[in-house]
T-cell receptor, first 115, second 112 residues
Framework: DTGVSQDPRHKITKRGQNVTFRCDPI?????LYWYRQTLGQGPEFLTY????????KSRLLSDRFSAERPKGSFSTLEIQRTEQGDSAMYLC?????????????FGQGTRLTVV | GEDVEQSLFLSVREGDSSVINCTYT??????LYWYKQEPGAGLQLLTY?????DMKQDQRLTVLLNKKDKHLSLRIADTQTGDSAIYFC????????????FGTGTQLKVEL
């Protein structure tokens, strides 16, 4: 396993279109996180899953955003009716067992540009 | 809510020590982290410290934590050009999935 994989790496879309990103975590990791990073800022938490259950969503996650992890493995993040303000890097991370504070591994991200 | 602040930019000469500072507001922070981000790459965890520790050393990296002042620092000894990157401080607290709250990042530039 080579780490957390995100697809696509880059996405350019027109305003109003829907987009979907995929994250494949490290295979045995039960926790999966989505973050958003805008230019010049640190990543901001969006949501996380433990196995297939979505346990927390940030207020940043408007109703145009939806995330799923149907089988507790890969996850998808969908943005409906994209707006220019959605342009950002979307980062996925996974971890095995937070109680013992093992490392959260980050993917390389999907860069979204809304034109 | 939680807030993590860092200075935006630091420039050092190769071979010197770099010190990157961070302040945070959440008194329930359990773990504090330093991540490194290079252009086009994901975030790489450099080191972390538990909130009941004052110091942690890992090869060229030294982390100092002043819990009273909610101040965290990362010292990089013998800084090399390969250390040029953006460094993020982050904190997590127990409960709520231990999500990370990141600072805005400090861009470290190492000059010859």
């Amino acid at each position: 396993d080579t780490g957390v994989s995100q697809d696509p790496r880059h996405k350019i879309t027109k305003r109003g279109q829907n987009v979907t990103f995929r994250c494949d975590p490290i295979s045995e990791h039960n926790r999966l996180y989505w973050y958003r990073q805008t230019l010049g800022q640190g990543p901001e938490f969006l949501t996380y899953f433990q196995n297939e259950a979505q346990l927390e969503k940030s207020r940043l996650l408007s109703d145009r955003f939806s995330a799923e992890r149907p089988k507790g493995s890969f996850s998808t993040l969908e943005i409906q009716r994209t707006e220019q303000g959605d342009s950002a890097m979307y980062l996925c991370a996974s971890s095995l067992n937070w109680a013992s504070n093992t490392e959260a591994f980050f993917g390389q991200g999907t860069r979204l540009t809304v034109v | 809510g939680e807030d993590v602040e860092q200075s935006l930019f630091l420039s050092v000469r190769e071979g010197d020590s770099s010190v990157i500072n961070c302040t945070y507001t959440d008194s329930s922070s359990t773990y504090l982290y330093w991540y490194k981000q290079e252009p086009g790459a994901g975030l790489q965890l450099l080191t972390y410290i538990f909130s009941n520790m004052d110091m942690k050393q890992d090869q060229r990296l030294t982390v100092l934590l002043n819990k009273k002042d909610k101040h965290l620092s990362l010292r990089i000894a013998d800084t090399q050009t390969g250390d040029s990157a953006i460094y993020f401080c982050a904190e997590s607290s127990t409960g709520g999935g231990n999500k990370l709250t990141f600072g805005t990042g400090t861009q470290l530039k190492v000059e010859l």
